[in-house]
């Protein structure tokens, strides 16, 4: 899919989103067993822990200096919503469905830069490091994610449980309840670990979920 999708995508979701009264009106307007399809909005909720998936314009002080990556408590916060989309050379529909094994990428809906992992060492424990890179244009393998999906559905569904396996490191998207201290106060650390855990496991959870195309 071209990139300018995404882009049409996120400005008009910014703009909706950027209302608190919207925003919440979108995160309780959602329903279990909902396809997560290609140019859904989605947060992404850390199942242990019960953090989203966040992110804003602050660098690392470490490490790459990229745009740095936490999970937050706040549910109604829209540093926390990812557009869903393909790789580069993929090209798919808004509304497609997304198998297990998908390669995804992950673009954060405000600043939009992608979902990133590389060899840098994660500030708080030294796994390796999970920024947002780039923007709607400028994007590379650093930005690609395998899905897994936990159990025996086949097609990644609202509040099921996945992993994010990162294809250039091996690293799992990973959070625990080491937190950041200063700028990003109570904020967790997301990293990429290699061994699958508890840590590792995340849910879409409130978002924006477009209709499949597909025929069942």
Same mark, same amino acid.
């Given at each position: ?9 996120? #400005? ?18 959602? &329903? ?89 060492? &994660? ?8 920024? /947002? ?14 899905? #897994? ?5 086949? &097609? ?33 650390? #997301? /990293? ?25």
């Amino acid at each position: 899919m071209a990139l300018s999708f995404f882009f049409g995508i996120t #400005v008009f979701l910014f703009i909706t989103l950027e209302s608190d009264h919207l925003t919440s009106h979108v995160d309780a307007a959602t &329903s279990e067993g909902v396809e997560v399809s290609y140019g859904s909005v989605i947060k992404l909720m850390h199942e242990k822990t019960k953090f989203r998936l966040h992110s804003h314009p602050v660098p690392y002080g470490s490490g790459s200096g990229q745009q740095s990556v936490t999970s937050f408590s706040k549910v109604n916060d829209a540093n926390s919503y990812w557009v869903v989309g393909p790789t580069l050379e993929t090209s798919v529909k808004q509304g497609e469905s997304i198998k297990s094994g998908t390669i995804i990428r992950l673009q954060h809906l405000k600043t939009r830069k992608w979902l990133h992992s590389h060899l840098h060492a &994660s500030p708080l424990s030294g796994n390796l490091e999970v920024s /947002c890179f780039g923007d709607g244009g400028r994007s590379d393998s650093g930005d690609h994610w395998k899905l #897994v999906i936990e159990g025996s559905e086949k &097609s990644w569904k609202q509040d099921q449980k996945i992993r994010l396996h990162h294809v250039d490191t091996s690293g799992y998207l990973h959070s625990h309840d080491k937190k950041y201290r200063g700028v990003a106060g109570g904020q967790q650390e #997301v /990293c990429g670990v290699k061994e699958k855990s508890g840590d590792s496991i995340w849910l879409a959870t409130e978002g924006i979920f477009f209709t499949t195309n597909e025929k069942k």
